[in-house]
């Protein structure tokens, strides 16, 4: 049984950081593609970053490159979400998912099977 849990959320000013973590169980790291998505409110849930399982190569959104760096822990199973230099507009609920199937683009949210609980991120002076 596959399960995702995320942490690390909370509200923080413009400019701070963050970092995410997604603990899981049930597979290994090393077998699924995983990745971070995002959902504000009244918006739809978009890919912020994955990293797929064969090779390792990354996937970031353009609204977060140079500011968030995915990274992962095989012997912890967990997978994080390093955040800098954060924006208003980053506030929403984060969700960890995963996926045993191939998925293109990488970040598409309609090819994750496996989703976390989702912590919240506010971005607020």
């Known amino acids: 049984q596959v399960q995702l849990v995320e942490s690390g959320g909370g509200l923080v000013q413009p400019g701070g950081s963050l970092r995410l973590s997604c603990a899981a169980s049930g597979f290994t790291l090393d077998s699924y593609a995983i990745g971070w998505f995002r959902q504000a409110p009244g918006k739809e849930r978009e890919g912020v970053s994955c990293i797929r399982r064969s090779d390792g190569t990354t996937y970031y959104a353009d609204s977060v490159k140079g500011r968030f760096t995915i990274s992962r822990d095989n012997a912890k199973n967990t997978v994080y979400l390093q955040m800098i230099s954060l924006k208003p507009e980053d506030t929403a609920v984060y969700y960890c998912?995963?996926?045993?199937?191939?998925?293109?683009?990488?970040?598409?949210?309609?090819?994750?099977?496996?989703w976390g609980q989702g912590t919240q991120v506010t971005v607020s002076s």
């Open positions: 998912a995963t996926t045993q199937a191939t998925v293109v683009p990488l970040c598409w949210p309609g090819g994750y099977a496996y």
